[in-house]
């Protein structure tokens, strides 16, 4: 039904305006009215600093963060004319500042293309390199690129096969520690949080279709700057799933704070997906209170007779019954029937003691098990007899969460008593196999000494990178989730120093899983860095300024360093690792990497088999990242192939030969390609290959297939 503001909408005279006004009318009337409101700010602009400047495509100035979108008009040499098309916040031109628009000219270096929101994109990955040790494991993935598009491009790849997404975003301590939209956000910026919402919401919306639905986690952490915010915002990008905050000590010198409590701790958010939860894992006993009852490294045997709650007689009649103990055992000789009601003295036995349960406070009360089951559970041996005929018997059990403890393998029986109950060994050990409360402190934790200052001091000397975490944080914390899945994928996306990839190769390592990280960050210099680098008259993409952004100078030759064991400058690195698996962290570990850059084609300029070489990784990516990728549609003679397999996937270019194709499959492949715009000679093949292989349909055009940037979720 059109409202009033529709109708005074329609007397709005120029069309774009027009447009522009009605689309932010629906925005607002899209918008919440309870729960987390905030503003969704528009999308990100893309930058484009690859693609060519041609006449027709949209540019902005490369080092001005606010630029206007501009038109190209002609280029001539090294000039172009350009007339502006858009405001710096992406809104169309008014109709009185279209008619002041004058063209302008500017040299083709201080510009870059871009694209707005809404306007495919293309992604593809460019290899840089690898680190080769794990003989035919998946290899990790460091991806340097915008985690938005990298987590658009992951949907052909990866949709509902993430096992674990964990992720350190920005924390918005307003010290300009994350960009929006290229600007740092600082705490003088009125829209702080909600940029960072909005920010965040696109990237959980993404992650959230990565993740499979049956069993799964997403794992956040936060600090006080925005935990309130990130709960409410988890609530509502992931209804009906279960959210927990864990509080873990990351500074036990804790940091000052002005006019408040010094900060000692963070927060972990954890989305149980599924059935996805924490499993019991061997932890020290830092983990859990030496005093705690559940966790003492003994089995635990409680008494018969019930205490607290509903522990009278009359709440359980079928429960008030005689244990006749023989005294010379003391054993348990027979277990009576329920007493008659009104029945408070039990037929004697010759030779025994009648038992009953009797509080303390002289009533009537009630065993926790049924006649029946006492027996069952006595031949069990689930029941201990201990005391004496002067200061009277008393009755204990195994109850199931503590007999499970030793069927399961984690206690081991030595022997029986006279009673027949079982003897357990009590693993005095260092470990305890559980799951911890919502309170972590550990000392391993610590961000200081494991996180800075084994990156700094051991791994890459000289380097230094603000806030990594403690290598054995993140550890343990994807263990929980991870430690029944030797094949998890586990994504990060906001990989910064890559500790996320480290933290899965130690898991590996100690119980030989094949677990695979994706990890993902950008290269950004800080603000500080950037100042300086603008200073000496350098801007953004000039190698010396790449050379000191986080995915060259920090990740790529951190992960590097672990995986080998050498640093950057070629030494052993110092030292063991501590805690779980202690091994000198010079044996580096036996696994593989790839690094690649997420880049962006250009559909109008890239040739078909050029846009193949692209995309190429991808598909090697979405067939689970292991062995060779194939990376050329074209044979040595520069004719295109007609198919090509390797041990974990193939590509078939020209349907015609799907015969061969599917006649040499390998038996270890997971997955084929078909390039086809045909939807009927695709079905046709595919029918061809076993169920088994995910059979996958490119376009001709590959960069179809790919497209990114088209609009919200
Ligand atoms: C808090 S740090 C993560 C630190 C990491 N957990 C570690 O132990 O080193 C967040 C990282 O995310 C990266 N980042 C922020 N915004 C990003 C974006 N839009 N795309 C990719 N990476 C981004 C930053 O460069 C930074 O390195």
Redesign the pocket.
């Known amino acids: 039904m059109r409202s009033e503001l529709d109708v005074l909408l329609d007397k709005v005279d120029e069309q774009t305006l027009r447009a522009d006004i009605r689309s932010q009318v629906e925005r607002l009337r899209a918008k919440r009215t309870f729960g987390l409101v905030f503003e969704s700010h528009l999308p990100?602009r893309v930058r484009l600093p690859e693609h060519p400047l041609r006449v027709g495509v949209k540019v902005a100035y490369r080092d001005n963060t606010d630029s206007p979108a501009f038109e190209v008009l002609s280029i001539t040499g090294e000039v172009v004319t350009l007339r502006k098309v858009r405001n710096p916040d992406g809104s169309s031109l008014s109709a009185t500042q279209a008619a002041e628009v004058t063209d302008e000219t500017s040299q083709v270096a201080a510009l870059v293309v871009i694209a707005d929101f809404g306007e495919p994109v293309f992604p593809g990955l460019r290899h840089l390199g690898s680190v080769e040790r794990g003989g035919n494991k998946p290899a990790h993935i460091v991806i340097k690129?915008?985690?938005?598009h990298?987590l658009e491009a992951l949907q052909f790849t990866h949709a509902g096969k993430i096992d674990c997404v964990?992720?350190?975003?920005?924390?918005n301590s307003g010290a300009r520690?994350?960009?929006y939209d290229n600007n740092y956000v600082d705490d003088t910026d009125a829209y702080r949080h909600s940029k960072w919402l909005a920010?965040m919401e696109r990237?959980l919306l993404l992650a959230k279709r990565l993740l499979n639905p049956a069993d799964s986690v997403l794992i956040v952490?936060i600090d006080e700057k925005e935990y309130l915010r990130l709960g409410l915002l988890l609530e509502q990008v992931f209804p009906g799933c279960k959210v927990q905050m864990v509080s873990t000590l990351i500074n036990p010198a804790s940091v000052a704070r002005a006019g408040a409590f010094g900060r000692s701790d963070e927060y972990i958010f954890i989305v149980s997906i599924g059935t996805g939860g924490p499993q019991r894992v061997r932890l020290n006993r830092e983990w859990v209170s030496a005093k705690g009852r559940t966790h003492t490294g003994n089995i635990r045997w409680d008494l018969l007779r019930r205490s607290g709650e509903s522990a009278a007689r009359k709440d359980s009649p079928g429960c008030f019954y005689a244990i006749y103990v023989d005294p010379t055992g003391p054993t348990i000789a027979k277990v009576g029937e329920a007493l008659a009601e009104g029945q408070a003295v039990p037929d004697s036995l010759k030779g025994c003691v009648a038992v009953l349960p009797i509080r303390k406070d002289g009533t009537e009360g009630r065993w926790q098990w049924t006649p029946s089951t006492l027996r069952r559970r006595l031949e069990q041996g689930r029941v201990r007899i201990t005391g004496s005929k002067t200061k009277g018997f008393v009755v204990s059990i195994l109850k199931d969460g503590e007999f499970r403890k030793i069927t399961r393998g984690e206690f081991q029986v030595t022997g029986t008593n006279p009673d027949g109950s079982l003897i357990v060994d009590d693993v005095e050990t260092a470990t305890v196999l559980a799951i911890p409360g919502s309170q972590w402190r550990t000392s391993s934790h610590d961000?200081t000494q494991y996180?800075s200052r084994m990156?700094t001091d051991t791994l890459i000397p000289g380097r230094k990178?603000?806030?990594?975490?403690?290598?054995y944080a993140?550890e343990d914390t994807i263990r929980f989730f991870v430690n029944d899945k030797p094949d998890a994928v586990v994504l990060?996306?906001?990989?910064?120093?890559?500790?996320?990839v480290h933290a899965v190769a130690r898991l590996n390592r100690q119980d030989g899983g094949r677990r695979q990280a994706i990890l993902?960050?950008?290269?950004?210099v800080s603000a500080a860095e950037a100042d300086a680098l603008r200073a000496k008259g350098l801007r953004r993409g000039a190698p010396q300024w790449e050379a000191l952004g986080?995915?060259e100078y920090?990740?790529r030759p951190?992960v590097t360093a672990a995986i080998t064991g050498r640093t950057p400058g070629g030494d052993p690195i110092k030292g063991d690792y501590k805690f779980t698996d202690v091994f000198p962290m010079a044996e580096g570990f036996e696994e593989n990497v790839e690094f690649f850059e997420l880049t962006y084609l250009d559909a109008e300029v890239v040739e078909l088999d050029i846009a193949f070489s692209g995309v190429a990784p991808l598909l090697w990516l979405r067939a689970g990242g292991r062995g060779p990728i194939i990376g050329e549609s074209l044979d040595a003679a520069g004719r295109r192939k007609p198919y090509a397999w390797t041990e974990a996937y193939g590509v078939l270019f020209n349907p015609d030969r799907w015969r061969t194709f599917v006649g040499n499959r390998r038996e270890s492949a997971s997955t084929a390609f078909v390039v086809t715009d045909s939807q009927t000679t695709f079905a046709g093949i595919a029918s061809e290959l076993p169920g088994t292989l995910d059979v996958v349909r490119l376009y001709e055009n590959y960069l179809t297939t790919f497209a990114i940037n088209w609009g919200y979720l």
Do not use: C, M, Q
């Open positions: 990100e690129g915008e985690n938005h990298v964990y992720i350190d975003p920005p924390y520690d994350w960009k920010f990237r952490t961000a996180g990156l990178f603000p806030f990594p975490k403690s290598l993140v990060d996306f906001f990989g910064g120093s890559g500790t996320t993902v960050t950008n290269n950004e986080i995915f920090i990740t951190r």
